[in-house]
């Protein structure tokens, strides 16, 4: 009886693994818009490679860089029409790829950027951001909170630190953006998490977007109906961002 028991429940257990990577290895993403940047790029190079995607501006404007995280079950490449629209502006942006799609598994991938020799755009960071949507923006909170000697600024994309990243005390600047739609990390959410971030933060609302048009990934279990276009979402967020870097 005891050895019938012992194998259902690890009959049960790798079931339940099972199920758990093949939902991880069937991530939402991406939509047209990105296989079409992909294919016809301008402007800028994209470069694969390892365990990350890199967008180079062929001219590049800045010294800042940026190194992103995916949203929970979201394919990395779901976000290159925010990215492509910085990296047109001159800002080298690094889009880290994550086991199973999920940043929580790899938290300190920017890493292997930060600590990699090869680095394929031609411009010389010498003021790193982390940012991400969703989930992948609270574990870019946690990278820069134990990185603070590395890391210059924070980008929060419908995004909140967990609580145990109290970041209030720091000297990391900090960018907030959600959009008034969102249905998984509403304004509650957002007001809520101010108190783990320092004062000075920037906290920005795009009106009328929602959690799933931070990205080209389609709709979001949850989620809030956008009022806007998912290109006015990515072009505001871009402009949002990149007002953040230029204005100290």
């Not at 047209?32 to 590049?60: H, K, M, W």
């Not at 090869?118 to 010498?126: G, H, K, Q, S, T």
Request: glycine share 10%; aromatic share 10%.
């Amino acid at each position: 009886m005891i050895k019938k028991i012992v194998l259902g429940v690890m009959t049960l257990l790798l079931l339940m693994v099972i199920g758990f990577v093949a939902w991880g290895l069937t991530p939402l993403g991406p939509g047209d818009t990105t296989r079409e940047i992909i294919e016809y790029t301008e402007g800028i190079s994209i470069v694969d490679y390892d365990n990350a995607l890199y967008f180079c501006p062929y001219q590049p404007t800045e010294t800042k860089g940026i190194i992103f995280y995916p949203g929970g079950r979201v394919d990395y490449r779901s976000y290159t029409p925010l990215l492509y629209q910085l990296a047109q502006a001159g800002v080298p942006v690094v889009m880290m790829k994550m086991p199973l799609s999920l940043a929580v598994l790899a938290p300190n991938r920017a890493d292997e950027v930060l600590r990699n020799p090869f680095f394929p755009c031609e411009n010389e960071v010498e003021e790193w951001y982390v940012g991400g949507h969703s989930l992948g923006g609270a574990m870019a909170a946690v990278y820069a909170g134990n990185n603070l000697d590395q890391i210059t600024g924070l980008i929060l994309l419908a995004a909140y630190p967990p609580d145990s990243s109290d970041l209030s005390t720091t000297d990391l600047r900090v960018l907030s953006i959600f959009a008034t739609k969102d249905g998984l990390a509403t304004k509650e959410d957002i007001d809520a998490s101010k108190a783990l971030l320092p004062s000075g933060t920037h906290v920005l609302a795009i009106v009328g977007g929602n959690h799933a048009q931070f990205g080209d990934y389609g709709t979001q279990g949850r989620d809030g109906e956008a009022l806007i276009e998912d290109y006015e979402q990515w072009r505001m967020t871009s402009d949002m961002i990149l007002w953040f870097l230029y204005n100290d």
